[in-house]
């Protein structure tokens, strides 16, 4: 028996339980501790940071601010496109490819 293949675009994000902050401008940074041996390393050698601090341009910080852990990715699209309009197009390209990057990097969790 095949497996029905799982749409992408109806997983629900959850976000997982890192620090995070939004500036005045309605912008989100990550804060993400770089933890582990070869980032300890890297630390002390090459004078890399404790932390990174990553930022999200306006459309990717609106996107997390929304994400609840109950819409799924074609819900929150709805979200977008009600709230830029047609500068979100390609949506759900783009929501795709946004999710990925963060779940690429452990940024994200999926229910």
């Avoid at 404790?50 to 994400?67: A, R």
């Amino acid at each position: 028996m095949k497996k029905q293949k799982e749409n992408y675009l109806e997983k629900i994000p959850v976000r997982p339980d890192f620090k995070w902050t939004l500036n005045e401008e309605g912008l989100v940074t990550f804060e993400i501790e770089n933890k582990g041996f070869f980032n300890k390393l890297a630390q002390k050698f090459f004078k890399r940071p404790k932390i990174s601090y990553i930022h999200l341009d306006e459309n990717g910080s609106y996107i997390w601010q929304i994400v609840d852990g109950e819409k799924n990715i074609i819900e929150l699209g709805k979200d977008v496109k009600k709230h830029f309009g047609d500068k979100a197009e390609p949506l759900y390209e783009r929501l795709a490819k946004f999710f990925q990057i963060l779940d690429s990097y452990g940024y994200i969790e999926w229910k």
